[in-house]
């Protein structure tokens, strides 16, 4: 079988919380003016009462509201596809699955969580969303959103993604959202940077989180590294999980690439208590080698944004005030990680390989010829780790059941092909 779908009955109805399996406890966020352990009360200026009890929660299992569920009905559950082109043309031993969420309104799984998101502003009264992006999945997914339930989505786009990806602002645009380049002139902190400066999610967050702190009613809005965002994302391994037993296989490899962690954590965490229970199944983040944040990254507390406006974060960074290179994969160009893979990385149960760029466009091209999708850069790197898996396999002369997130499609970054 190469497409196995589930059917919509079969569609996950609650979202899986990784923080009640753990063998540990998470650190907590900081306060960044006392660096004590920050009040929910300042975190409610932030964001609305019903995403920070999810951030907090140990509840293993949430429901997914109804309204939110039929949104999700109009794209998911998405297809896991065996990838028999692949093999073949990589003669590996190996068969190699992948889980496609380029088939979401927007191109990319960002989708998933942008609908909880801002359904649950909605709920709360939140009058007006800011949020950050670097390649601009995730502000096409929150104006679409935004436009579903009806909330105005404001979008400072990191300034070289803004200039290689001009069809991902038209996009938001489409979808209602107001879109600038970051640094923009409309904050403070933006007017402190030259106007050519490239930019970086980190100063793009400084931005967003300046409009909310001053601006009535505004609440922001991230689309990776908190545990709500990931919790929203676990959509993903539940159902590949169910795909996996329609055809009584087990992973011996789960793959994503890594940014700040929603897709990557969307897709492992609900098959990290089969590894906690002995069972042997490897996790590998794919990221940059040029933004190495948890292959080369610092284990400590740091701020999520350039400005040291958002808590402190226990996480692997490479600091605050990292620039990354203009690299075309924009959605992984971020200096920090989710705390949670964090933790994992650094207990040894997950593990990082970084890739080049020459190396993950190569991956691209293969799996765009072969398979017949354009992946989205950041993506590529998943699809790069595959590859090296299977490679692998074929050296050893062992069957392996490689399983990947293909997060989004890159029909809108066929610039960076050339």
């Excluded at 938001?172 to 030259?194: A, H, I, R």
Aim: glycine content about 8%; aromatic content about 10%.
């Amino acid at each position: 079988m190469r497409v196995i779908y589930l059917s919509t009955e079969e569609m996950p109805r609650h979202w899986y919380n990784v923080l009640s399996d753990l063998p540990f406890e998470l650190d907590p966020p900081l306060d960044p003016e006392t660096t004590n352990p920050i009040s929910p009360e300042k975190l409610l200026k932030i964001f609305p009462e019903p995403l920070l009890e999810q951030e907090m929660t140990k509840k293993r299992f949430i429901e997914i509201p109804d309204e939110v569920l039929k949104e999700y009905l109009r794209f998911r559950p998405t297809p896991l596809i065996r990838a028999k082109f692949l093999e073949e043309y990589l003669d590996t031993p190996a068969k190699i699955f992948y889980k496609y969420e380029g088939v979401s309104p927007t191109g990319s799984h960002k989708t998933n969580t942008a609908i909880a998101q801002v359904y649950y502003n909605r709920i709360s009264g939140t009058k007006v969303l800011y949020t950050e992006t670097g390649a601009g999945q995730w502000g096409s997914a929150l104006s679409y959103a935004g436009l579903k339930f009806n909330i105005p989505v404001k979008v400072f786009m990191v300034r070289v993604s803004f200039e290689q990806k001009p069809m991902r602002k038209q996009l938001m645009n489409l979808f209602g959202g107001d879109v600038v380049p970051s640094p923009s002139k409309f904050t403070e902190f933006g007017k402190s940077f030259d106007e050519n400066h490239p930019g970086s999610l980190g100063i793009a967050i400084s931005e967003a989180m300046e409009k909310v702190l001053n601006e009535e009613g505004a609440k922001y809005s991230l689309g990776s590294v908190l545990n709500h965002v990931l919790l929203h994302q676990t959509v993903i391994g539940l159902e590949i999980k169910k795909q996996l037993e329609k055809v009584n296989l087990e992973p011996d490899v789960i793959i994503a690439c890594h940014g700040g962690g929603s897709n990557f954590g969307g897709t492992v965490f609900p098959f990290v208590p089969d590894k906690l229970s002995g069972k042997n199944v490897d996790f590998v983040a794919c990221e940059p080698e040029s933004c190495p944040t948890l292959t080369k990254g610092v284990y400590r507390y740091d701020f999520g944004d350039s400005s040291g406006l958002t808590p402190l974060l226990k996480m692997y960074t490479l600091g605050k005030d990292f620039i990354p290179p203009k690299i075309h994969a924009g959605g992984l160009r971020y200096h920090g990680a989710s705390p949670i893979i964090s933790r994992l990385v650094k207990e040894e149960i997950i593990r990082a390989e970084s890739f080049s760029q020459d190396e993950t466009f190569n991956a691209a091209r293969i799996f765009a010829k072969v398979e017949g999708i354009v992946p989205a850069p950041e993506s590529a790197h998943a699809i790069a780790g595959a590859i090296r898996e299977a490679k692998r396999a074929k050296e050893e002369k062992r069957e392996k059941v490689i399983v990947f997130t293909l997060s989004g499609h890159g029909l809108f970054d066929l610039s960076a092909y050339s």
